[in-house]
């Protein structure tokens, strides 16, 4: 398969497994490695996704599949609002990057947790 065909594939399959279906046109962009993405978006990512353009920038490599799921998951999620907290954004990129097969979370999402009380004036915590 080339690479258009997995980019194609994976945003069928991100929003099958959303239950949703692309509500327009998703980009996907693909670089060499992760330096060239680095080089253009600048930061300390190996990938990116930006939301608001409908896209996703990734790198060839042997996780391939991987980021352009865990990316297209964070274009998805755009369409549901803010990216905030970290446990939705990258929670849900994570889930959407493992095939919601296993129970995988994101670390930055997991650091998130012991903070979500705090941040969250209307949050109830469990008891």
Not at 23 to 38: G, I, Q
Not at 96 to 112: I, N, R, T
């Amino acid at each position: 398969m080339h690479l258009p065909e997995i980019c194609e594939e994976e945003v069928h399959t991100v929003a099958a497994r959303l239950g949703v279906r692309p509500w327009r046109r998703v980009h996907v962009y693909v670089f060499a490695n992760y330096r060239e993405v680095r080089n253009v978006m600048g930061g300390t990512h190996a990938a990116y996704a930006e939301p608001s353009l409908r896209a996703a920038m990734v790198p060839c490599g042997p996780r391939f599949r991987w980021l352009v799921r865990h990316e297209l998951g964070h274009v998805f999620a755009g369409g549901y609002g803010i990216a905030w907290p970290f446990l939705k954004s990258e929670g849900l990129a994570v889930w959407v990057e493992c095939d919601g097969s296993v129970p995988c979370l994101g670390e930055p999402a997991l650091a998130q947790l012991p903070h979500f009380e705090e941040k969250c004036t209307d949050f109830q915590p469990w008891r």
